[in-house]
């Protein structure tokens, strides 16, 4: 309906990072190594645990399916000056850079042939699209490992700090439209 309804609020990143990596890499179907890196003292958040939990997934998922087995999915999360970042990176073919802002469309697939991963496109369009209506915004950033064959892709979120907020946008639920219309 082109409308999402927010319930903001202090997330506690750890714990919720930590949910998503014992759910999707330490699953039993996608088995892998991974690494969360959590800055100590870390503030929380001001976003919709729910719907920032969903973008955590979709950012994870994908590493798993494009990155190879033979290592780590590297989850992070560290403070800026006025914000949080938390990243995901992999190690996988990575993101030529003419194509980097056009993951972020809806049904974009980087790769079209028969044996990609199966995927409608739309995980990364709706990651971003909630990272702003969260008053965030997520970036790509490709090669990132000196591999030839693997040189990975870091998806990163940056969101602002729950003590940040001005006390007008604490109020609870809210809709929004424009930056966080959906569609």
Known sequence: AGRLTLRPGPVAVEPLMARVCASVVASEAARRDWKLEVAP?????????????????????????????????????????????LAVSDHGPGIPEGKQRAVFRSF???????????????????????????????????????????????FAITLPIAEDVPPDEESGTSETDGAGTLG
């Open 41 to 85: 003292e870390l503030p929380p958040v001001w976003a919709d645990e729910m719907l920032l939990e969903e973008i955590v997934r979709n950012l994870v998922e994908n590493a798993v399916r494009y990155s190879s087995s033979g290592h780590p999915i590297e989850i992070s999360a560290r403070r800026d000056e006025e914000s949080v970042t």
């Open 108 to 154: 974009y697939r980087l790769d079209q042939s028969e044996s990609a991963p199966a995927g409608y496109g739309l995980g990364l369009y709706f990651a971003d699209k909630l990272a702003r209506a969260l008053g965030g915004e997520i970036r790509v950033e490709s090669p990132i490992w000196p591999d030839r064959d693997a040189p990975g892709t870091r």
